[in-house]
């Protein structure tokens, strides 16, 4: 007995010896203007959002959403606390806002609006100043996690009110799915397995786009008649740049190709964006408008589907579907939260584990080893690789 405790405690000795030496001693020293063994401070705040400014919320969604924020925000300090800051300073941001239904005509004429939470984790080295060491987080990497809801752009551009492009699935992650969106990577946890998304119709999508277009003409105040020459070219500007969100070449096409039909048309002939579209659903059947929509974001598919059909709505139609792609919604079950608190939807987004190639974005292929420049990277990529989430 007394020869297993000597070799438990030689073995324990042997491990705690490693985690020593696995992080320096704090010191100042300064590598190039960087301080990576300078004791790193952890930094919280929490504030509620409501960027809307609604009032018809309920407390107790309001209060059951910050209780499971915090404990997702306490799970990260937990992990920082095991692994003290060296080199960086970490900050946990909480943001509690509140999700309008944008089916209303304005967001303050939803009776229940829906609540979620927002919680980033940044690692920001330090660099020395005349002053000392300064926390620099425009070259910070984080991490941010939203609970049962979701920023505008978190599933990459939508193409039309809350619509997108569905994302594809491309890796693991603890056994919950890693999406590629038209914009960066996302993680998406759903601890019931129910389903993320849900297929659009044509005509839902038709008209969603209808009601955004209205919606930019009185916000440029284009009149809602035929306009003008300089309203149409206004018009062509701002469909240009919402195009622009998904692909630089099919928004290039298609400025070239409506400043081309412009110049041959009179003001009697021109129709506006809207007006196309709604010609576009007018010629639908009811059994068309019920289908699953399907989308050309592609550069090079977008071009065939204008010549196949003269639509400008990117609409793939039947038997033309090939490299286009589905558009979803994301599961309104999943969005807010309830007097119960339950995490329905989890988004975790990695955000620049590195500031230029194309994998800034995805920690799974980060092979560093830790330097002087990389301690906040390094140690995200730490976080990445533990399971603190469950």
């Known amino acids: 007995m007394r020869k297993y ?22 010191s100042n020293d300064v590598i190039n203007g960087m301080m990576p063994y300078a004791k790193g401070e952890i930094k919280q705040r929490f504030a509620i959002v409501n960027s809307y400014g609604l009032k018809n919320y ?19 300090l937990k992990w920082l606390s095991d692994n003290p800051p060296q080199g960086y300073e970490a900050l946990i941001n909480t943001f509690i806002d509140i999700l309008p239904d944008h089916s209303f005509k304005s967001p303050l004429d939803d009776p229940h609006p ?16 005349p002053k000392g060491k300064f926390a620099n987080y425009e070259v910070a990497t984080w991490v941010t996690v939203f609970l049962n809801g979701m920023d505008v752009n978190t599933l990459g551009s939508p193409i039309a009110g809350n619509i997108y492009v569905i994302p594809r699935k491309t890796a693991d992650f603890f056994g919950f ?19 993320i998304f849900h297929p659009v119709s044509q005509g839902v999508f038709l008209n969603e786009m209808i009601k955004g277009q209205k919606q930019e003409k009185e916000n440029a105040g284009i009149s809602s008649g035929i306009p003008t020459n300089g309203e149409r070219l206004k018009e ?30 009179s003001n009697a002939d021109i129709l506006d964006m809207e007006s196309k579209l709604q010609g576009e659903l007018d010629k639908m059947s009811l059994a068309e408008r019920k ?33 286009c792609e589905a558009l979803v919604r994301v599961n309104p079950e999943l969005i807010g939260f309830s007097a119960s608190g339950k995490i329905k ?35 995200m990529v730490r976080l990445y690789q533990d399971n603190v989430w469950f």
């Not at 309920?58 to 990260?76: D, M, P, R, Y």
């Not at 050309?296 to 977008?302: E, F, L, P």
Request: with cysteine.
């Open 58 to 76: 309920s407390e107790s969604e309001l209060i059951a959403c910050k209780n499971a924020a915090k404990k997702v925000a306490s799970k990260l």
């Open 236 to 265: 062509i500007e701002q469909a240009y740049k919402e195009i622009l969100k998904v692909n630089k070449q099919t928004a290039e096409e298609f400025r070239s190709n409506a400043l081309k039909e412009l110049q041959g048309e």
């Open 114 to 129: 829906k609540i979620y939470a927002k919680i980033e984790l940044h690692f920001a080295p330090y660099v020395h100043t």
């Open 291 to 323: 289908k699953p929509a399907f989308y050309a974001g592609d550069g090079d598919i977008a071009p065939k589907m204008f010549d196949l059909t003269g639509n400008y709505s990117g609409l793939c139609p039947e038997g033309h579907q090939e490299g």
């Open 345 to 379: 939807l989890m988004i975790i987004h990695w955000n620049y584990i590195q500031l230029t190639g194309e994998n800034r974005d995805k920690p799974r292929f980060y092979d560093r080893k830790k330097e002087y420049d990389n301690v906040h990277q390094w140690n």
């Open 5 to 26: 405790l000597i070799v438990v405690g030689i073995f324990a000795c042997c491990m705690w010896c490693q985690q020593l030496a696995a992080q320096q001693a704090y």
């Open 177 to 195: 799915g890693i999406y590629q969106t038209t914009g960066e990577e996302v993680t998406l946890i759903n601890p019931d397995n129910a389903k």
